[in-house]
């Protein structure tokens, strides 16, 4: 059977140009169709990848990923996994929303081969361009037979995707997995394994995020959640506007911009420190769940630092987010509250 790896582009900054002479943070992301950025890796594949098949699902700035291209990548990626000669699959994409990307087709996608996302931090014209390694590397992870569920792989380093979040804005090692360590690195030309402990260590830690979930066809009827902030001096003022927000009809659903119609139907509390929150915060959660405008269920607290985790219970009660990002918290949300509504 042959060995088949489809490569899925949406852009980003792997298929961004720059103009000749100009800095290197000037660049116009997803210039490049994703067939460009594989013709000249192709002839260093060798042999244990047999045919690659190029699909080009977008090509935008990641910064402005919606919830339409999603859906349009779901879509392809699951008819991936269920085509019998497909042994793995690739995403390109930017690095600003990858996180939130990854936390969507862990949730979604059915099936165990392998999703890989793979981004760059310097456009593909760059003499010094990093996105041909990465994209040679997510390749042959996703033909590694290890390697099961949705990945990222980014300088040299492979995590499971829910683990990991953008730590700089523009270092070349700009993600990190919070203190979990990489499960495999790259080096001699192939991955090597931490060891078979971090294999089922980074498959455990997949399973406890969102699986198995179903979001409504339409992408403007997808459940609105929105992220509100603690930090010093903060009221219960914005969650109180949020709920009051109820919506209303617009034009723009066709291109399932939903936020700015439906109402507000869940909340990720980005936290200060280890799961703490304003007490101001605290108290408009409370009035807002006395007052039937909130459940228990529509509520989830994420860390907003770049590091580590919530452990252990906060004395709020909240319900955690555990390893998640509050952004990747918001998906995760929106995500179980689709699926408990079917």
Known sequence: MQTTVRVLGTGGTIAGTASQGSAESVYKAGQLAVEELL?????????????VQAVQVAQLDSRDMDHAVWQRLAAELQAGQENEQVVGQVVTHGTDTVEETAVFLQGVLRGAKPVVLTAAMRPATSPQA????????????????????????????????????????????????????????????????????????????????????????????????????????????????????????????????????????????????????????????QNAVHAGRLKREQILVATRCTQGWVVGEPDHGWPVAARLTPAQARVALMLQLATAGR
């Open 130 to 285: 990093d996105g041909p390694a990465h994209l040679i590397q997510a390749l042959h992870l996703a033909a590694d037979p290890a390697a099961r569920g949705v990945w990222m792989v980014f300088g040299g380093r492979a995590w499971p995707a829910v683990q990991v979040r953008k730590v700089h804005p523009f270092a070349l090692q700009a993600f990190s997995a919070g203190d979990g360590p990489a499960a495999a690195t790259w080096g001699g030309g192939g991955w090597v394994w931490a060891s078979d402990q971090a294999v089922g260590a980074a498959q455990g830690a997949q399973s406890t995020e969102p699986a198995g979930c179903v979001m409504p066809e339409r992408c403007e009827d997808w459940p609105r959640v929105e992220i509100v902030h603690s930090h010093a001096g903060a009221s219960g003022h914005a969650l109180e506007a949020l709920l009051r927000d109820g919506g209303g009809a617009d034009d723009s659903a066709e291109r399932c911009d939903q936020a700015a119609l439906a109402p507000v139907v869940g909340v990720v509390i980005s936290s200060t420190g280890n799961g703490s929150i304003h007490h101001s915060i605290h108290q408009a959660l």
């Open 39 to 51: 013709k000249p890796l192709l002839p260093q594949l060798g042999t244990r990848i047999q045919s």
